[in-house]
């Protein structure tokens, strides 16, 4: 079983990861709705990350951020797929796609975590919501 404080780090990078890409894809992204809404996106993973950077602290432990590798990879990749296509729905469908594995692997950190703590619970809901409106919201650009 997994502790509320790894939970906490789980979305502390999750929502790092997400504003990790969608800073790279604002370099691609040409369309002003598609911007916005991505600006949008960017401000609700800080808000989340800063919740639960927060909470780490309060209880007396450090977030950790995602590995190096793991930043680069993400960023290599979003590049490597922009590089023929900088469409809105290109960059719609990556969105989704990492939106979709950050759903996924919430969950499976979820079902193996034993929640006591309200408060934690609920910010991973949020950011399993926040998650799934990302996801209706790119549907709109493809």
Known sequence: MLSENQLLNHIYQTAEMGQDGIRTVLKYAQEPGLVKALNSQLAEY???????????HARG???KDIGPVARLSSEAMTAVKSLTDRSASNI????????TMGVTKSLRTLRDCQLKDPKVKAL????????????????GFL
């Not at 991973?124 to 549907?139: P, S, V």
Request: hydrophobic share 40%; charged share 25%.
């Open 46 to 56: 800080q808000h989340i990350q800063n919740a639960a950077g927060a909470m780490l």
């Open 61 to 63: 432990e450090l977030p």
């Open 92 to 99: 719609a469908q990556m969105m989704i796609q990492g939106s």
């Open 124 to 139: 991973a809901d949020k950011l399993l919501k926040t998650e799934q409106d990302n996801i209706e919201e790119m549907k």
